[in-house]
């Protein structure tokens, strides 16, 4: 089948020879962050560079959810399907309430400024996680030229009491990231230093334990070409990474799998649509996406 990688029998499974590899839209400056609203029927990601949030429904088309959003990243949605938004440039965690207002959640670990949350994730406890690489902070494109305050660390916030922990400090550069269907596992990708000659381009698989502490950190995947930055795990487990060739499908073991193929960089992706088994992807300048014989993990 073209557009496609099998690098294993078993991919064979999981992709469809008669869904092709649709573009829904494009003329963007750098697509990330995609959260499908399944009440909604609709997907919400950013155009990061240029402040925007947009949204994306198949009844409707492209339009603008959000202007000035203060750079927003990464989303998810919490266990009340609000939305949860990462902001560069307001090193902060937002909620957006359900009648529209926003509300901030955590900027300061300690009495210092967060760097620029970068991806998000909420688990079935409601504690939210997210990682803070300086990213948004190194340049004026993503967000705007500021000073770090604080060493990059993936943290756990927990609503409930406004608590905020370094769940893991011992990163360069922690990414996207997204638990397991049963919440054992949480994987982490790491793309180190923005502007080093050498980037890293580890998958990382952390143990989870009843208190939500992590152990372990071991590499499971190296991606190549390209770098690792938005993952999902779907139903069984699989862990669906972006790349710089399309979307890698990596088995709980490290293994590969097999690939789709996109023209484009692929930055972030989420499964959406009927049955949850639609893969939208954020690919440099466009809005793709692909049905696949697979369902994504449920988030709520």
Same mark, same amino acid.
């Given at each position: 089948m073209d557009g496609f990688e099998f690098t294993q029998p078993r991919f064979k499974a999981y992709v469809l020879p008669n869904a092709p590899l649709e573009k829904l839209a494009d003329g963007l400056r750098w697509t990330e962050g995609p959260v499908f609203f399944g009440d909604r029927d609709e997907l919400l990601f950013s155009d990061l560079p240029n402040n925007r949030v947009m949204?994306?429904?198949?009844?409707?088309?492209?339009?603008?959810?959000?202007?000035?959003?203060?750079?927003?990243?990464?989303?998810?949605?919490?266990?009340?399907?609000?939305?949860l938004s990462c902001s560069h440039r307001g090193r902060r965690i937002h909620r957006?309430?359900? +009648? @529209? /207002?926003?509300?901030?959640?955590?900027?300061?670990? &300690? $009495?210092?400024?967060?760097?620029?949350p970068n991806d998000i994730v909420c688990k079935s406890d409601g504690t939210i996680w997210f990682s803070d690489p300086p990213y948004g902070i190194q340049t004026d494109y993503e967000?705007?030229?500021?000073?770090?305050?604080?060493?990059?660390?993936?943290?756990?916030?927990?609503?409930? +009491? @406004? /608590?905020?922990?370094?769940?893991?400090?011992?990163? &360069? $550069?922690?990414?996207?990231?997204?638990?397991?269907?049963?919440?054992r596992q949480?994987?982490?990708?790491?793309?180190?230093?923005?502007?080093?000659?050498?980037?890293?381009?580890?998958?990382?698989?952390?143990?989870?334990d009843d208190d939500g502490g992590l152990c372990g950190g071991d590499v499971l995947f190296k991606i190549a070409p390209g770098n690792a930055d938005g993952i999902r795990c779907d139903e069984h487990g699989n862990i669906w990474s972006s790349a710089g060739d399309g979307v890698h499908c990596?088995?709980?073991?490290?293994?590969l799998v097999g690939k789709i193929l996109v023209p484009s960089t692929v930055a972030n992706l989420a499964f959406g649509g009927r049955n949850n088994s639609r893969l939208f992807l954020c690919a440099s300048q466009a809005l793709y996406a692909i049905y696949v014989n697979v369902r994504g993990a449920s988030l709520l």
């Amino acid at each position: 089948m073209d557009g496609f990688e099998f690098t294993q029998p078993r991919f064979k499974a999981y992709v469809l020879p008669n869904a092709p590899l649709e573009k829904l839209a494009d003329g963007l400056r750098w697509t990330e962050g995609p959260v499908f609203f399944g009440d909604r029927d609709e997907l919400l990601f950013s155009d990061l560079p240029n402040n925007r949030v947009m949204r994306w429904a198949a009844s409707a088309g492209l339009s603008v959810y959000r202007e000035a959003g203060d750079f927003e990243n990464g989303h998810a949605r919490d266990r009340q399907g609000r939305l949860l938004s990462c902001s560069h440039r307001g090193r902060r965690i937002h909620r957006t309430e359900l +009648d @529209g /207002s926003i509300t901030g959640l955590v900027e300061r670990y &300690q $009495g210092r400024r967060l760097n620029s949350p970068n991806d998000i994730v909420c688990k079935s406890d409601g504690t939210i996680w997210f990682s803070d690489p300086p990213y948004g902070i190194q340049t004026d494109y993503e967000g705007g030229k500021q000073e770090s305050e604080l060493p990059a660390a993936l943290y756990r916030f927990d609503p409930r +009491d @406004g /608590s905020l922990r370094v769940a893991a400090d011992d990163f &360069q $550069g922690p990414n996207g990231l997204c638990f397991s269907p049963d919440e054992r596992q949480l994987y982490i990708v790491e793309t180190g230093l923005q502007f080093a000659p050498d980037p890293v381009q580890h998958v990382r698989a952390f143990d989870v334990d009843d208190d939500g502490g992590l152990c372990g950190g071991d590499v499971l995947f190296k991606i190549a070409p390209g770098n690792a930055d938005g993952i999902r795990c779907d139903e069984h487990g699989n862990i669906w990474s972006s790349a710089g060739d399309g979307v890698h499908c990596i088995d709980p073991g490290g293994a590969l799998v097999g690939k789709i193929l996109v023209p484009s960089t692929v930055a972030n992706l989420a499964f959406g649509g009927r049955n949850n088994s639609r893969l939208f992807l954020c690919a440099s300048q466009a809005l793709y996406a692909i049905y696949v014989n697979v369902r994504g993990a449920s988030l709520l």
